[in-house]
């Protein structure tokens, strides 16, 4: 590791590997955001689907800083849990399924020596997003992560999840 800092070519090298592979997956998550169909989901829905990813894309950007919280956040107990069939794991979900095809994109194609740099930062970010609730505290509702809804907002707002719009 210690020739690979020494030699700046190499360092340049690696640094563009990286950037490039983030950018990618940026502009992945941008289009994951936009593929939502607006007929299927409510505004509130769809304002807490782009939140979610948002807050993803910021783990994107700054992977460092969030490997090193994480790090530090590894003494704790405390595992705030996204339930099973929630929203937010559904996105999560799509978030994942987008790296492994990344990374298996980049399988087809012939790489040198880039392909273990690659793997790695994707790894590293789905180990991320995996682990967000303890990194970022989510502004994402607590009833999009699987909790359960408010009984008082439910007299007012009537409309069903699965109600067709004619």
Same mark, same amino acid.
């Given at each position: 590791?210690?020739q690979i800092n020494k030699n700046p070519e190499k360092r ?15 502009? #992945?998550?941008?289009? +994951?955001?936009?593929? !939502? @169909?607006? =007929? ?62 990344? #990374?298996?994109?980049? +399988?087809?194609?012939? !790489? @040198?020596? =880039? ?24 502004k994402v509702q607590y009833f999009y992560r699987g909790g ?16 067709e719009v004619e």
């Amino acid at each position: 590791m210690g020739q690979i800092n020494k030699n700046p070519e190499k360092r340049e090298w690696l640094i563009n590997i990286i950037i490039g592979t983030r950018q990618e997956v940026l502009m #992945k998550l941008r289009a +994951l955001s936009d593929s !939502y @169909d607006r =007929e299927i989901y409510t505004m509130s829905q769809k304002n807490a689907i782009e939140l979610e990813i948002r807050e993803i894309a910021e783990l994107v950007s700054e992977k460092e800083k969030a490997l090193e919280r994480r790090e530090s956040i590894n003494r704790s107990v405390y595992v705030p849990e996204v339930k099973e069939g929630s929203l937010v794991d559904m996105v999560r979900k799509d978030a994942l399924k987008l790296l492994k095809e990344i #990374k298996e994109g980049i +399988l087809a194609v012939e !790489y @040198d020596g =880039e392909y273990a740099i690659v793997d790695r930062e994707l790894s590293e970010l789905a180990d991320l997003i995996k682990d967000k609730d303890r990194l970022i505290r989510s502004k994402v509702q607590y009833f999009y992560r699987g909790g359960t809804e408010n009984p008082h907002l439910k007299e007012y707002f009537k409309m069903e999840s699965a109600q067709e719009v004619e």
